[in-house]
């Protein structure tokens, strides 16, 4: 049996106090860095802020900007005040922002740089502040409450801790684990907002299972490279790795291959999660062009010789990744099978997880030296998994969850939220596949058509269709994922656009439309190319598109 859940908080708390004078967090594109001490205190420090300036238990605070130093302190100070945390995606444009800060209910919105320039503040009438991720500066006040706790911010401080603050008396709550602690949208939609609301419970099951199963220490170092506003990046990028007493690194923007490879060489990180897209390209540029020669073909497969080969060719992987990598992690999506037989092959350290956002995330994992190939592991602790089908090591059926990782439901949502469980309390997780005899789950499919990026970002082709179908001479289209771009397929109305005076061929009209579908998106949502098709998508009774068909 697994232990009850131990609150990430006293993790935290005893992390501090261990660890006071290590390095905690670095911004890996800048100066700053904080030990455990210092970003305690800074903690503390908003504290008093959010104390002094109203603002409650419960309260929502909305968190929008690019990984960093600033944004995981922001985190920890909101959910250790017991305050509930909402993570927005910084890429979302700024309309989508606006109707989640609102629908929220969020009472503060902490920013970073570059979504303050594009957000219009007087479209969020429920906030009652905007406090900025750089300095922690005070960018709008609408009570003068705020006003003079922020102008009063260290006489505060210093009343509240007349002998200097201590990292050894840092205290967190810890009684509250069945309390709600954050609410992560999914998307940016505007109709009808998915914020999926997680418990202190769910976030502190999943930092558990990582200290039981993946343990970490001091003087190790990890980068944050997947989206913090992402489930999968701020729990095991950040929380997990507080937790352990581990240095994280933050990088702010979207990593070119060249900006990875090179933070990989200076942080030498133990650890590396990431989708499978990025070990693809790694191999496709560094790994298969050696592999692939002739020569080499033969020698891979020869007795003797294919050991030294193969220790070469790990040895060669791993210095890619800094030299001292124990773990990588890959989710989100089925891997390479002939990327996954070489890495199987070399012996390194992978393995595949499976996860969602409404689990804070991890619900499959299996240590790298015995994990089976083409699985996503095993069932994690405090949390159940089944097949719904009456044979389900052999007969395909939805993946059904349980635990304490999963949700507590949509934030004013009930229609989904009672959509996604079922009557005895088991969780659908739109996920179709088998488990064998050992507990290893296998995914067959998808139930659900959402799309990962190329850096941990969720992207959801319907979203995009609708403004796509909304668009001149555009009748119904499909988007797809090819090679890690979007390629929509268009089935154009052709009636329309032959009756209409232009000098543009049907094909110039759809660039043009993409084009414009692009600037209303964030960028991981962008479309590469058009694809025109010549009759309508196959349907379902209910007219829905038999998107399994069209890839």
């Known amino acids: 049996m697994a232990a009850p859940t131990k609150h990430f908080l006293s993790y935290l708390e005893t992390s501090i106090k261990q660890n006071a004078n290590c390095p905690a967090l670095s911004d890996y594109d800048g100066e700053l860095t904080y030990t455990y001490a210092q970003m305690a205190e800074k903690i503390a420090r908003l504290h008093v802020l959010f104390s002094t300036s109203g603002l409650r238990k419960g309260d929502k605070v909305a968190i929008c900007g690019r990984n960093s130093a600033h944004w995981a302190i922001s985190f ?13 995606l910084p890429d979302f444009q700024p309309e989508s922002i606006h109707a989640l800060v609102n629908h929220s209910d969020a009472k503060c919105l902490f920013v970073g740089p ?18 900025s991720m750089n300095q922690f500066e005070l960018l709008e006040s609408r009570t003068d409450k705020l006003t003079h706790a922020y102008n009063n911010w260290e006489n505060a401080f210093n009343e509240q801790y007349p002998k200097g603050f201590l990292a050894l008396e840092v205290t967190y709550p810890q009684n509250n684990l069945d309390e709600p602690a954050l609410i992560n949208y999914t998307s940016g939609t505007t109709s009808d907002p998915k914020g999926v609301v997680l418990s202190y419970r769910s976030i502190s099951s999943n930092v558990q299972f990582g200290q039981d199963r993946i343990p970490n220490k001091a003087g190790w170092s990890m980068i944050s490279m997947l989206p913090l506003a992402h489930m999968f990046g701020l729990t095991f990028e950040f929380v997990y790795q507080l937790a352990g007493g581990c240095h994280v690194y933050f990088l702010s923007k979207t990593p070119s ?19 499978p897209l990025v070990i693809e390209k790694i191999f496709k540029k560094t790994i298969f062009p050696v592999i692939h020669k002739p020569v080499m073909r033969v020698l891979w497969y020869t007795p003797f010789i294919k050991n030294v080969i193969r220790k070469k060719v790990h040895e060669k992987l791993m210095g890619a990744f800094g030299g001292e990598l124990r773990y990588l992690i890959i989710g989100g999506a089925a891997l390479n099978r002939e990327v996954e037989n070489c890495l199987k092959a070399i012996k390194f350290p992978y393995t595949v997880g499976y996860g969602m956002t ?10 790298w030296d015995v994990f089976e190939k083409r699985s996503c592991g095993k069932a994690v602790h405090r949390v159940e998994v089944k097949i719904d089908s009456e044979d389900e090591q052999n007969k395909v059926g939805e993946i059904l ?32 596949g088998v488990i064998d005899a050992k507990g290893n789950i ?14 941990g970002q969720n992207i959801y082709p319907e979203e995009i269709e609708d403004k796509l179908n909304n668009m001149p001479h555009v009748i119904e289209s499909v988007v797809v994922e090819r090679n890690g771009q979007l390629t929509a397929l268009i089935y154009p109305d052709l009636e329309s ?38 009759k309508e998508f196959e349907k ?7 998107r399994f068909l069209y890839s």
């Not at 990989?264 to 650890?271: A, G």
């Open 358 to 367: 409404e689990c804070g995330p991890i619900l499959g994992y299996e240590d």
């Open 76 to 88: 920890l100070a909101v959910t250790s005040y017991e305050a509930i945390a909402v993570s927005i």
């Open 401 to 432: 969850v349980r635990g304490d990782n999963v949700m507590s439901g949509y934030y004013k949502n009930p229609e989904a939220t009672a959509a996604i469980f079922t009557e005895d309390g088991w969780m659908r997780t739109g996920d179709l």
């Open 497 to 534: 656009f032959k009756t209409e005076t232009n000098h543009k061929t049907i094909e110039e009209q759809m660039e043009q439309n993409r084009l414009h579908v692009n600037r209303l998106l964030p960028g991981f949502c962008h479309i590469k190319t058009t694809e025109i098709v010549d």
């Open 540 to 546: 379902t009774p209910k007219r829905s598109i038999k």
């Open 114 to 131: 570059v979504v303050w320039n594009a957000i219009d503040v007087n479209a969020m009438p429920t906030l009652g502040g905007i406090i």
């Open 257 to 275: 291959p060249q900006v990875l490879m090179k933070a990989f060489t200076d942080v030498h990180p133990y650890m590396i999660l990431t989708v």
């Open 442 to 455: 296998f995914i067959r499919g998808r139930n659900k058509s959402m799309i990962l990026g190329a850096s």
